[in-house]
Each structure stands twice: as C-alpha cells, then as structure tokens.
C-alpha cells in the first residue's frame, strides 16, 4: 500500500459584485491612483453589499468548487475554512456554511491565520486526509477585510478588499514520491513576537469592540519577502525540487513588488506567476484560492504541473503548499 495524498479535485472562488477603483478611493482619503498603482500594483477591489456576510461568499465559492468537483455537500466528511472576519465571534462561520451545503454529519470549523490562512487550512485537512480520518474534504479562505478597515486611514485601507475562494480535497493513493498527484507537502511558521506590526485593535476579550486593522507596513514588507523566499525554499527542498522544476506559483496577493521580489529571489520570472491583486487586492485568507481558482479556471494551471502556493501574515504567520495538480 502506498501512501495518501490529498488530491484537489474542484477549485471555485465567488467575489462580491460592487467594485472600488483607486480613483474613487482618492475622492474619501488623501491618495492617488498612481501612487496605489506604483507602491502596489492595486488598480481596485470588490466590496460586499450591506447585506453580505464571510460565509455568504464562502458558499459562493464552496458551491462553484463542489461543482467543479461534480460533488455535493453530502460527500463531505470536513470543512476547514480560513478567515479573520468570521460572521460572529462564535459558533464558526464553516458550520453556516456546512448547514447551506445540506452536509450534516462530519465536522465544520475556522481557522485563524490571517493571511496564511489558507494555508494553514489545506495543511489542517490535507493532515486529516493523510491521517485516514476523512476522505473529502472542503478548505475554503473567505474574507471581508472592507468590515475591519479604518477607512480613514490612507496607509491600510487602500490596500484590501472582499472575496472567498474553495478547493475540494480527495484522498487518493499515492506512491509516497515527488512524483505523486496531489498535495505533496505543506510548511508552516509562526513568530509571535512580531504580533503588534499587523493586528486588529478590538476583540471579544480586549476591548469587546470589532476594532480596525493596524499595520507598520515597511516592516510587514521587510519580513515578508525574506520569510516566503525561505518556506518556498523548504518546500522544494522537503521535495527534491529546483525553482525551476515549478510550473506555477500562486502567492499571497498582498502586493506586486512583494511578488516580485519573492519571485526574483527564486530566481523565477513572472511569467511562471499568477498575479490577481491589480484586481482583487489583498483578500486575506482568501488571496490563495481567489487566483488559484482565476488561473485553474482560465487553463494556465494543467493536470500534472507543479505548482507552490504561499502566503504571509499577521502574527506572523507563514506557510507553503506543493502541488502536483
Ligand atoms: O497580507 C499581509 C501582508 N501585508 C503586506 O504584505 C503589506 C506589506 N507592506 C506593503 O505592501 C507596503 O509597505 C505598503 C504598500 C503598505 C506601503 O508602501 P511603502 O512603499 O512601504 O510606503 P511607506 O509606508 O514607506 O510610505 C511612504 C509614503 C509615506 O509618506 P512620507 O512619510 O514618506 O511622507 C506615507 O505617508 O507614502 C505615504 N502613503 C501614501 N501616500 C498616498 C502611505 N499610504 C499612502 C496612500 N496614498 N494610500
């Protein structure tokens, strides 16, 4: 018997219809597209209507990758879903989604990694998968940063914007080689001490307020670039791999000079590199899935290329997936 892998079967993101473009941004704070465009590479984002909630995105997303899947919510065993902006403080905004999918046994819950939470979540259900304790699995990365913006603060709230994004996971039996299908390995750090320079000033246990996004964005920037050219690294290493063995990477959307100071580090040219963050912004947890799903959907992303997804973020957290598609 060979080993298991975690492979993904269905992709499917949802973004809320309402666009912000940067000039209509610059008409609320002091700002300009071009300086958006220049430190950034953000051209606009989409926000949720009043109305939307995370899990209503997440189930937009979930539904689009069951499809691609041919699956309903009655095959799932797990629902493992990323967000910082959960619906309510408590129960997990996976179970409203568990309950729209009509899937009512296994288990639905949220993980917190900001950022990374995508990653921290298919690392999560690809260990179930592994284990042999389930056999489909649901990861999805929904977020809606719009709600946790201080829209008076020009050095934050230029930069993130609203959407969810789902894979669906198989086991499948594997020989336990690089050669495998699926997920070959996943890689994630935390480093606590750097909690203050990207944080959310409210919670249920600290101020019993929401709170806003605060973030010192030089430093994020500095540690970033050095900490995912690091856990891609690992990732190829852990596997046998060079950089240039990759197909694709598929990266946290934060912003395009991180992307391509990661990608540079590597060695790589863009053009192995699924850029979405002109267009979405950083969603957060949801970035991930969001481009994975873009450049899967469009046909960059083939049947048995190599791909690493990436990401960054509060905490500090960070992480790293490989992929055989
Ligand atoms: O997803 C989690 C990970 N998050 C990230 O990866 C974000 C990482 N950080 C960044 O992406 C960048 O640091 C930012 C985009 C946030 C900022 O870019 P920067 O090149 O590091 O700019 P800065 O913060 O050093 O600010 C440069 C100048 C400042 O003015 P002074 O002090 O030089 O006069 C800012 O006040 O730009 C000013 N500025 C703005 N100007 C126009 C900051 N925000 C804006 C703005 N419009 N929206």
Known sequence: MGALRSRIVGVGAFLPERVLTNDELARQVDTTDAWIVERTGIRQRHIV?????????????????????????????????ATATPDNTFPATATRVQAALGMTRGAAFDVQAVCSGFLYA?????????????????????????????????????????GAGAVVLRAEEGRGDNSDYGILSTHLHSDGRHYNLLHVDGGPSSTQTVGHLRMEGREVFRHAVVNLASVVQEALDANGFKPTDLDWIVPHQANRRIIEGTARKLGLGLDKVVISVDRHANTSAASVPLALAEAVGDGRIRPGQLVLLEAMGGGFTWGAALVRF
């Open 49 to 81: 209507s009043e109305s939307q909630r995370t899990s209503d995105l997440a189930i937009g997303a979930a539904e689009r990758a069951l499809a691609a899947a041919g699956l309903s919510g009655r095959d799932l065993d797990l629902i493992v879903l």
């Open 122 to 162: 298919i690392s999560v259900a690809d260990n179930f998968i592994k284990a042999g304790q389930v056999r489909t699995a649901l990861v999805i990365g929904a977020e809606t940063f719009s709600r946790i913006l201080d829209w008076n603060d020009r050095g934050t709230c230029v930069l993130f914007g609203d």
